[in-house]
């Protein structure tokens, strides 16, 4: 359930921006009879606050509550937004499924009758795990923790304004929807209805033993350069990262940089491995590169395999591989006007200007992930930090990494002056 403040303390701006958050929030969530149903309740005071729309399996219809929303005005009244999502919760929450309150307020409890933390211990009493966005200087941050669940550093959030909110989106879904460390059990039946879950459709037995089999999956960070071998012949790496909905991805494996005699095939997937979402084979010699956005949040699947699989593999068939996140779009890599020859978007240099961090000779993806990582304060240095700032913009980061993973694949000519 979310759970948003419709007081009058929120300018009209600000709850068209909360607004465009939440439907961001819902559409991060994979809502379906089977999957996620989610409910909107907007709260004020003096008994105003309403039920925007119930707990729903139908995102468009979420979407659409959201976007409908009225301000409500008046004063801050936590305690009634809180009762009036458990109240939808205890009603139509289902039997062994996670349940969910999202709050997000400028203030805190107005009123000498509200108890907002009394209601949100009763609510955690009965099985919610409550998350709480605090936005602006209004909130109390002691309040938000005692209603918050624990540990507050993983349940509690506070940003400066409203606008702020698109950069906690990413983390606030991996919270409210971790990663599975193990493979989901199947759920237990009920009598009543909705209660009963969907089956869901027989998928095609992958390869058993080791990372050959996606539930053995190996964790890859986002940034972190992985060294590995197809070996025995027929063998197939699996690996396996949560992406948030609306997020790009960049995948780069290379083989012959390695002196290896792998022609790696890549391979993205849902996370059950049953559907193919993207797929790519030789962008430039013996690598390969992709680029896909993510449509829902969730845990994905990466496979590696020889592109004569299943007869070959063997110590000499190693590999690198780099997955990275895009936190924002890229600039066009050619002119909007389709030609037959590529427009480069920028003007051609050598390689070794820019980019090759550890001067190596080379502009390749260990020297996206050397970025990455002196970004995220893994590294306090490289090797060539005069070469870092790949577009010139002031700023290492994961864009500068991006267009060297673009240059290495043969996607863009050139990287900017």
């Not at 961001?24 to 909107?40: D, K, Y």
């Not at 349940?155 to 606030?172: C, G, P």
Request: charged share 20%.
């Amino acid at each position: 359930m979310l759970v948003v403040d419709g007081s009058g303390s929120i300018f009209a701006r600000d709850f068209a921006t909360m607004k465009d958050f939440s439907m961001n929030l819902a559409g991060s969530f994979v809502i379906s009879p089977a999957g996620g149903h989610v409910g909107v309740v907007q709260f004020s005071g003096q008994g105003q606050g309403r039920l925007e729309i119930g707990l729903s399996s139908d995102g468009a219809a979420v979407k659409a509550a959201i976007d409908g929303m009225q301000q409500i005005e008046g004063y801050t009244d936590i305690q009634e937004g809180l009762a009036l999502a458990q109240a939808e919760i205890d009603a139509h929450g289902r039997q062994g499924v996670p349940r969910i309150v999202i709050l997000l307020t400028d203030g805190q409890q107005e009123g000498a009758e509200g108890d907002p933390v009394g209601e949100a211990e009763q609510a955690r009493a009965q099985g919610t795990e409550i998350f709480a966005i605090g936005v602006g200087g209004g909130p109390n941050l002691d309040q938000l923790n005692a209603i918050a669940s624990d540990p507050d550093a993983r349940h509690v959030y506070l940003v400066e304004n409203f606008d702020s909110l698109a950069a906690i989106l990413a983390e606030l879904v991996g919270d409210a929807c971790p990663v599975p460390t193990t493979q989901p059990t199947a759920p237990v039946s009920s009598p009543e209805p909705i209660d009963t879950p969907v089956p869901e459709p027989d998928t095609p037995t992958p390869p058993s033993g080791g990372k050959d089999d996606p539930a053995t999956c190996d964790d890859i960070s986002f940034g972190v350069l992985v060294t590995d071998v197809i070996s025995p012949a027929g063998d197939w790496d699996y690996y396996c990262f949560f992406g948030g909905g609306g997020q790009t991805v960049v995948v780069d494996i290379d083989a012959s940089e390695a002196g290896s005699t792998l022609d790696p095939v890549l391979t993205l997937l849902t996370g059950d491995g049953s559907v193919i979402l993207a797929e790519n084979d030789d962008y430039g010699g013996l690598d390969s590169y992709l680029e896909y956005a993510l449509l829902s949040s969730g845990t994905y699947l990466l496979r590696v395999e020889s592109y004569d699989h299943p007869c070959c593999g063997g110590p000499a068939y190693t590999y690198t591989l780099v997955v990275v996140k895009l936190g924002g779009g890229l600039p066009p890599v050619s002119t909007p006007t389709p030609t037959s020859t590529p427009t480069p978007w920028f003007i051609p240099i050598p390689r070794s200007l820019l980019g090759d961090v550890n001067c190596d000779g080379r502009v390749n993806s260990i020297d996206a992930a050397l970025i990455l990582q002196f970004a995220a304060g893994l590294i306090d240095e490289l090797p060539c930090p005069e070469k870092d700032d790949v577009n010139v913009d002031g700023t290492i980061n994961s864009i500068d990494a991006t267009l060297i993973l673009q240059y290495d694949s043969g996607l863009i000519d050139s990287l900017p002056p």
